[in-house]
């Protein structure tokens, strides 16, 4: 009998351990968006094709798109670093395309639909989502964050399809309730009869900006002053 329960313990502490070591010590976060991203259910080869003219309304495609943020957190007493990535595949939105240029653009991101990449439904190590509805984000008092361009995207030139092309995103970002204007590059790609618009690299953001406060307690001994945003945002032709 006491063989047996050696044997359960040490299998329970094995497991705890292989659990410690997948939730809190591995970092390993997936990689940033890009344009070429199809982690979605849709694939960058599309069945349509590219319109002759770019010019119009396009509206935000479900599969590929997806929305989100990266920060570091320290866990365990500073015993580990991590990099935790939200992501939420509920965007709406739209853009207006007159010919180079993305002259209008629009974008709702529903951040009640959050989800991590290493998160594990009822543990409390991982369970970021839950938290963020009343600490950090605040998700349940703000659950939307938004961009809205305030100057059009000059691309210079139409991209040939499958062509990655670069240019400045200048606009308003809406967080927690606060809008600030913000510049960063974006990336474009035509696929097929899509256009796929994505940041070309996380985007910075501080959080005292946005009047967020760190979350503290519970397994988590710090996060970063300074995080950063990231989308992948797949359009059709209205």
Known sequence: MLKKLIGV????VLVAGAAFWW???RD???AELSVNDTSGSSSQTTTGTTPASLDGTWTVQAGDTTAGFRINESFAGGLADHTA???????????AVAGTNISSGDF????SKLAFSDEVPGLSVTNRANALKSRGLQTSQFPEASFKLTEPIDFGSKPAEGETVTATATGDLTLHGVTKPVTFDVEAKIVGDTIRVATKEPVPIVLTDYGIDKPTGGPIASI?????FEFLVV???S
Request: cysteine-free; proline content about 6%.
């Open 9 to 12: 313990a040490i299998v329970v």
């Open 224 to 228: 970063d002053d300074q995080g950063s």
């Open 108 to 111: 709702t991101v529903n951040l």
């Open 85 to 95: 990535v939200g992501r939420s595949g509920d965007v709406n939105g739209s853009i």
């Open 235 to 237: 359009l059709g032709k």
């Open 28 to 30: 390993d976060p997936p």
């Open 23 to 25: 939730f809190v010590l």
